[in-house]
């Protein structure tokens, strides 16, 4: 059974940067046809859709983070991080590692997400 | 690109048929067959229901079921349950490798 768990820091400042990482157990992150994915949620709002990796390293970003975001994968950690810089309070979401299965929205796996905010 | 657009709340009583649609646009829900459902409970991380328009994964009820027609995506959940209240969410492929979320559709069983 494969199971994913984000972690890291909880708070932020302002202009800092966000760092997070999905451990992936149970299964090897280097799984054909697999692509591993975040998505986050503002408080109360919905879902966001942010980008995903293969585990070949390509990776594939939503538009309007793009300038700002990197995913990247480590096979040799079973692990995949996403890194946001230059974060405002507009960052502030549980954010959710997951895996698709097809690339097209097949998120049948998910991590229990893990709450990022952002705080002066 | 904006949004999917969702009813923000839908409602039914236990054993009815509740339909939740999803409105896109030609360049998204119209054109690509990548429509995908999720149910979201309260601090829960959502599941998938169905993906391309009308496919469940193994283990979803067959009470749960998609379709597509023109721009606008649907879910359709019979007898309902009162398990089955949750905010639902639907997905679209919108090109160039990007998704777009709906808002969410709040599902009372009354």
């Known amino acids: 059974q494969v199971q994913l768990q984000e972690s890291g820091p909880g708070l932020l400042k302002p202009s800092q940067t966000l760092s997070l990482t999905c451990t992936v157990s149970g299964g090897s992150i280097s799984s054909a046809g697999y692509y591993w994915t975040w998505i986050r949620q503002r408080p109360g709002k919905a879902l966001e859709w942010i980008g995903y990796?293969?585990?070949?390293?390509?990776?594939y970003y939503n538009p309007s983070l793009r300038s700002r975001m990197t995913i990247l994968v480590d096979t040799s950690m079973n692990q995949f991080s996403l890194r946001l810089t230059s974060v405002t309070d507009a960052d502030t979401a549980v954010y959710y590692c997951?895996?698709?299965?097809?690339?097209?929205?097949?998120?049948?796996?998910w991590g229990q997400g893990t709450l990022v905010t952002v705080s002066s | 690109q904006s949004a999917l657009t969702q009813p923000p709340s839908a409602s039914g009583s236990p054993g009815q048929s509740v339909t939740i649609s999803c409105t896109g646009t030609?360049?998204?829900?119209?054109?690509?067959?990548?429509v995908s459902w999720y149910q979201q409970r309260p601090d829960k991380a959502p599941k998938l229901l169905i993906y391309e328009v009308s496919q469940r994964p193994s283990g979803v009820p067959d009470r749960f079921s998609g379709s597509k027609s023109g721009n606008t995506a649907s879910l359709t959940v019979s007898g309902l349950q009162a398990d089955d209240e949750a905010e639902y969410y639907c997905?679209?492929?919108?090109?160039?490798?990007?998704?777009?979320f709906g808002g969410g559709t709040k599902l009372t069983v009354l």
């Open positions: 997905t679209s492929y919108v090109g160039s490798i990007h998704f777009l």
């Open positions: 990796i293969h585990y070949s390293g390509t990776s």
């Open positions: 997951a895996r698709d299965r097809s690339g097209y929205s097949l998120v049948d796996n």
């Open positions: 030609s360049g998204d829900v119209g054109r690509y067959d990548y």
